[in-house]
């Protein structure tokens, strides 16, 4: 299971002077901060260097551009060498760029306090619920396109597209985080994802709150209808490090929420359709299959996105970010996220077949969450792992550095020194793939973890703590 790195947006070129949005600040760390893996990790602010054959490019996927404003400037990022032993042609480096506000970066609308609110419900398909659709794209096509909105986030003199899924009557609207980001914090007042720290993805230090930031210049989220009409929208809360975020409109009757298909539903090269504003056009239908189920992807607008990502070869480009990825049924399989370029000079190529998506489970367990409470948590086992160039990595799993006393792990009977080959049957190769497959699950649950020490395998159940 070989991660893929994660995209990053970008806008189109914006006006001298106007400051590109959705980039890190200065001396941001990235959970890949840690330590280095086989993953992708993204260098910020235009990459200066010769290239390297062994290295892959990440790319800040073009944004659509927003009426009336100018986007922001590109912005390109680099991919670290990958692990011993994987052999890759200078010609098939790919960049994972993101899909967001066109498919990449949007971040921009704050949205409101985390607090109380009304439970939410989202329709999810079993075999008693589907409907009996011809199994035709038209028809998945026709089922799905009331349920996706379009995106336009204005942040000052830059602005972007993405898209979004209609989750509810109450008007919750599932997008990525990369779409409202900085609206997010421009908005003010919201608490953030708790946990995450970026020196310890595993959780082993415990959560820290998420930063609360005030910012100026005037944000807006506007949300257009497949009727055409259009209203402003307010951000509920956001998840960096699952790329999701969830923003809200008015109640209303005529909204259509989506239906979500079970993740385990989903098979390798069964026909897929992804809906969206690509480029800034509205209601665009591509189609393809799905390529790989569980591919480890690092993505989001500062790089912590973590997950194991559906990848498919639909047409998805910049503005698709925060749309659907469904099945013949009409059902969400995925929300699109990213993708990956052969562009390597700080320009996107565009569309070359390899898309990735959040998985539906993922999406509706962190869409809830963040409707319930603002913010969300992530599972973690409660250890620290080392990087690329220790022996701490070997093509035998991933070695465990350190192992919190009181944690998940420890729990288990997990100690310094062994080597995690699988969580379930998610393979573990190096610490993104042990990331994305943790977060794969809620905290609380019951995983089976594969370790080897002192040459021999074994397998122990671990109940997941919390980040």
């Known amino acids: 299971m070989q991660p893929i790195g994660g995209y990053h947006g970008q806008d189109f070129p ?190 082993q230090q415990g959560g820290q709150p998420g930063e609360t930031q005030q910012g100026s210049g005037a944000t807006s989220i506007t949300v257009t209808f497949d009727d055409g009409t259009s209203e402003k929208a307010t951000v509920v809360g956001t998840s960096n490090t699952n790329d999701l975020a969830v923003i809200k409109v008015a109640a209303s009757d005529k909204l259509v929420p989506a239906a979500f298909a079970k993740s385990d539903s989903i098979e390798v090269g069964q026909s897929v359709v992804a809906v969206g504003a690509p480029l800034g056009l509205s209601d665009t239908v591509t189609s393809g299959i799905v390529s790989n189920t569980t591919r480890p992807v690092r993505s989001g607008t500062t790089n912590d996105a973590v997950y194991l990502a559906v990848q498919t070869d639909a047409a998805i480009n910049p503005g698709n970010s925060g749309g659907p990825l469904v099945n013949l049924n009409g059902a969400v399989v995925g929300i699109n996220s990213s993708i990956a370029s052969t562009g390597s000079d700080g320009s996107s190529s565009g569309n070359i077949g390899i898309g990735f998506a959040i998985p539906a489970d993922v999406a509706v367990r962190v869409a809830t969450q963040l409707i319930e409470t603002g913010s969300y948590t992530n599972a973690a086992l409660g250890v620290s792992v080392g990087g690329q160039d220790s022996a701490a990595v070997s093509t035998d799993g991933v070695t465990l550095q350190s192992v919190s006393a009181d944690g998940a792990a420890a729990k288990a009977g997990l100690k310094e020194g062994d080597q995690v080959t699988k969580i379930n049957d998610f393979a573990t190769a190096d610490a993104d793939g042990l990331i994305a497959a943790t977060r794969y699950y809620a905290p609380g649950t019951k995983v089976e973890v594969t370790y080897n020490r002192d040459g021999q395998s074994h397998t122990v159940e671990v109940t997941l703590g919390t980040a």
């Open 14 to 203: 914006a006006p001298a002077g106007v400051p590109p949005l959705g980039q890190p600040s200065a001396g941001s760390a990235t959970p890949s901060d840690a330590y280095q893996s086989g993953a992708y990790r993204g260098q910020h602010d235009g990459y200066q260097g010769s290239f390297d054959p062994d290295a892959t490019l990440i790319q800040p996927m073009a944004q659509a551009p927003a009426a009336p404003g100018p986007a922001a400037p590109v912005a390109t990022a680099t991919l670290p060498k990958r692990r011993p032993g994987v052999v890759v042609a200078a010609a098939a480096l790919a960049a994972v760029i993101g899909a967001g506000a066109g498919i990449g970066s949007y971040a921009y609308l704050g949205g409101g306090a985390a607090g109380a609110n009304s439970p939410v419900t989202v329709t999810t398909q079993t075999a008693a619920t589907t409907p009996k659709l011809d199994g035709t794209i038209s028809a998945a096509a026709k089922q799905i396109e009331p349920s996706v909105v379009t995106i336009t986030v204005q942040a000052g003199q830059s602005g972007g597209i993405g898209t979004g899924v209609v989750l509810d009557k109450q008007g919750h609207i599932l997008t990525n985080d990369h779409v409202v980001s900085e609206a997010a914090s421009s908005q003010g007042g919201q608490s953030g994802e708790q946990g995450g720290d970026p020196q310890d993805p595993f959780g």
